[in-house]
C-alpha cells in the first residue's frame, strides 16, 4: 500500500513524476490543480468559486480544497493507496490531511519532496504555456509556495516523513530515482 504526498514547487517536474509514478504503482494520481481545473472547465459551484484564485496564482481558500480532497479519499478506487500531488499546500492543510488519514488509520504517509532550483523552474514554466503561466503569475506562484508551502518541508522533516529528491535531472533519471525509493 504506497501513499504518498509530493511537494515541490510549481516547475519541478511534480505534476509528470507523480503521473508516471502512480501509473507504474497502479494507484490514482489525485492533483488538486487538475481537479480545480476540471471544475473551473465545467463551471461547477466550486470551479465558479475558484477561478479568480487561480487565474491570479493565489492559493483557493482552505475549506474548499479540503471538502474537495476529503471526498476525492472516500473514493473506492483510493482504497489501494494514492499520490497526492499539489496537497497539502499549507501548513493548516497539512494539519488537516493529517488529522483526516490518522482517522482512517491511513497516517503511513511518505511525502516527496521533488525540488529544482528558481531559474530551472521558472524556464520550464514559461515553456508550458498554461494559463497561469504567464511571468507575473510565475513570479507570484513560486512566492507563495516560498511562504506558504516551502515551510511543510520542516513539518515533514519533522515527522520524519520526508524524502528529498532532485528534480533537476532529465525526467526519466528522476522516475528511476522515485522507483527506487518506493521499492526500498
Ligand atoms: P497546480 O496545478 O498544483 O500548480 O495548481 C494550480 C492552481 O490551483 C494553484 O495555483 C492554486 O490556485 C490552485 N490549487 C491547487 N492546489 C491547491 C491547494 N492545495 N490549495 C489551494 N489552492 C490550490
Known amino acids: 500500500m504506497t501513499r504518498l504526498i509530493f511537494l515541490g514547487p510549481p516547475g519541478a517536474g511534480k ?10 504503482l497502479h494507484i490514482p494520481h489525485i492533483s488538486t490543480g487538475d481537479i480545480l481545473r476540471q471544475a473551473t472547465k465545467d463551471q461547477t459551484p466550486l470551479g465558479i468559486k475558484a477561478q479568480a484564485y487561480m487565474d491570479a496564482g493565489d492559493l483557493v481558500p482552505d475549506d474548499l480544497v479540503q471538502d474537495m480532497v476529503q471526498e476525492r ?3 473506492p478506487d483510493a482504497e489501494v493507496g494514492w499520490i497526492l500531488d499539489g ?8 494539519e488537516f490531511l493529517g488529522q483526516l488519514l490518522a482517522e482512517n488509520k491511513q497516517g503511513d504517509v511518505k511525502v516527496i519532496n521533488l525540488d529544482a532550483p528558481d531559474d530551472v523552474v521558472i524556464t520550464r514554466l514559461l515553456a508550458r ?7 507575473k503569475v510565475i513570479r507570484h506562484r513560486l512566492d507563495i509556495y516560498r511562504d506558504e508551502t516551502a515551510p511543510l518541508i520542516a ?8 524524502i528529498s529528491v ?13 522507483q527506487n525509493i518506493i521499492a526500498h
Open 87 to 94: 496537497f497539502p499546500r499549507k501548513v493548516s492543510q497539512a
Open 166 to 178: 532532485n528534480g533537476n535531472h532529465p525526467p526519466e533519471e528522476v522516475a528511476t530515482v522515485l
Open 15 to 24: 505534476g509528470t513524476q507523480a503521473k508516471t509514478l502512480a501509473d507504474f
Open 73 to 75: 479519499l472516500q473514493q
Open 129 to 135: 504555456g498554461r494559463k497561469d503561466d504567464e511571468e
Open 155 to 162: 513539518y515533514y522533516t519533522h515527522l520524519q516523513q520526508l
